[in-house]
């Protein structure tokens, strides 16, 4: 009988390498080094200025091991940000359950919305590999992304029920303003260093949504 001489992991797709990733420690110890070399590149050079090799180089790794498992640099970068997706999927479906009155339950209170605190919380853990993404040798199409599934998601929820989905105009006006501005905030947080505690920006959010033009803006 004759045997291919392509090794087993020579075949794994991208999911596959992800679901060894969790029980081979090796595996594990790769992804993780090309995703910190990755991240200091992208901060360094932009995604356009580096290449492959650049990337094996600083993670201390061959180009083979990194062929095994991805195309080229853009494929191992969507992994990472699907990975973070996946993550933020979860955020959307509690937001979906979340309505005006428990904001303004936890708002009458000066207590931050605990969704929202693990929200930020979350961010912070992936604050680095945000940081770089979002940033201006990034990838643009990540930002939109973030905006729909966490910030889209959030005001969707808020809304009255008869709105929630409605294909009104301005309905999809109003969402995509409100959005693309909490999308802003967090840009914001990250790229000042995540100053604030979680529970501080939970508080910032829920402040925002009420605050009117020509009012006071302190907390």
Known sequence: ?????????????????????????????????LREALIALMEERGLEG????????RAGLNRGTFYNHFKDKEDLLASFEDEVMEGLEAFRIKMQELEIRDLLKYRARKRPLPVLVELFDYLRKEGDFLHAVLGPGGDVRFGPRLREVVCGGLIRSLLHERYRESDDAFVGYYIAYFAGAYLGV????????????????????????????GEAIKM
């Open 1 to 33: 009988m004759a045997y291919s001489s392509v090794s087993a992991v020579e075949v794994l797709t991208r999911e596959d390498s992800f679901v060894y990733a969790a029980t081979d420690p090796r595996i594990a110890r790769s992804k993780a080094a």
């Open 50 to 57: 580096f290449t492959v090799g650049d990337l094996c180089t």
């Open 186 to 213: 967090i840009d914001q947080w990250i790229k000042t260093g995540m100053r604030e505690s979680s529970e501080e920006m939970a508080l910032v959010a829920m402040r925002l949504f009420f605050i009117k033009p």
